[in-house]
């Protein structure tokens, strides 16, 4: 779906992931604590039709649990000394369009929506103002707003002004693979105007809340076998990052300023958080492992 658009196909589609990650680590790796988001989340537009996952080695505790965004993360531990760590995904799930209704001129604007969301003594708690704050990769600033303002004029429609800031950075900033890290701040990243999906997501969530709104951080998939006639999208070939900014109206609102389009039937869900720190596929502790070395292997194409 292109970005300026607002309709979509009617059906729904079937898309197959499978996904293979690999640490080699330099050195033994003793003992290890893990938490894995790896299992894609069900919601109203994705239902996950079957699901199945393998870590090599074997783990000697494997638990799953909802954590406070509402994703399914797996914890486990591994006893065994290991130089290799392996975790393989299989997943199918149905997409449902999204968007067929969505008019972005007409959602209310977006100062009413900042406004609405400013604490005040006694008033009631909204849900969606938890994403309004600073987070550990992502700090709202005047150079953020001021880059996100123009975008944003007065009584401009929230989700219009948010898809014009999507076609700006899309347009100002360079996909550039290898000149940020997993850590890089969304600060760094705006100075360079340059990086990877991650990038790209976390500079625009950045520009979202320092004018108030509501975004969080969406970690996922892109279909890599796009229908005939229409090009494969940037970051295909591994996970994928986009955007969610909140709308009265008409809920959460995705937006992939990478490719400069809205999430829809080529992106599966798989968590949401604040920022990257919050849905990384592997985080924990390990004794030993000295450096190491990560292979990714992602496949998403139709049933």
């Not at 987070?135 to 948010?162: M, N």
């Not at 360079?192 to 999906?197: A, D, I, Q, T």
């Not at 509501?214 to 890599?224: C, D, E, T």
Request: glycine share 6%; with cysteine.
């Amino acid at each position: 779906m292109s970005a300026g658009a607002t309709t979509t196909n009617d059906a729904s589609v079937m898309l197959a992931v499978s996904h293979s990650t690999t640490y080699r680590y330099s050195t033994q790796v003793e003992t290890a604590q893990h938490l894995a988001t790896i299992r894609p989340i069900e919601c109203p537009w994705q239902h996950v039709v079957k699901h199945t996952e393998h870590i090599d080695p074997a783990p000697s505790y494997l638990k799953s649990r909802l954590d406070a965004f509402g994703n399914d993360v797996l914890y486990f531990s591994l006893d065994t000394p290991h130089d290799t760590l392996q975790m393989t995904s299989e997943t199918t799930v149905e997409l449902s369009p999204r968007w067929s209704s969505l008019d972005p001129h007409t959602t209310p604007a977006w100062e009413k929506v900042a406004d609405a969301l400013r604490f005040r003594a006694g008033g009631g708690f909204r849900p969606e103002s938890e994403f309004c704050y600073a987070s550990p990769y992502i700090v709202p600033s005047a150079a953020l707003r001021a880059y996100a303002l123009p975008s944003f004029a007065p009584g401009k429609a929230l989700v219009d002004g948010a898809i014009d800031l999507m076609h700006r950075i899309h347009a100002d900033f360079e996909y550039k693979p290898a000149t940020t890290a997993f850590d890089t701040p969304a600060a760094r990243a705006f100075e360079m105007k340059s990086g990877v999906c991650q990038d790209f997501s976390q500079v625009m969530i950045g520009c979202l809340r320092s004018l108030g709104l509501p975004a969080r951080y969406v970690s996922g998939y892109l279909r890599n076998d796009p229908p005939p006639g229409q090009p494969k999208l940037i970051g295909a070939d591994a996970s994928h990052a986009w955007v969610s900014v909140h709308c009265p109206v008409s809920g959460w609102i995705d937006l992939d300023p990478t490719n400069d389009v809205l999430a829809d039937l080529d992106h599966i869900t798989l968590a949401t958080g604040r920022d990257y720190s919050d849905v990384s596929l592997l985080r924990g502790m390990i004794l030993g492992g000295g450096a190491h070395q990560v292979e990714v292997g992602v496949s998403v194409t139709a049933v």
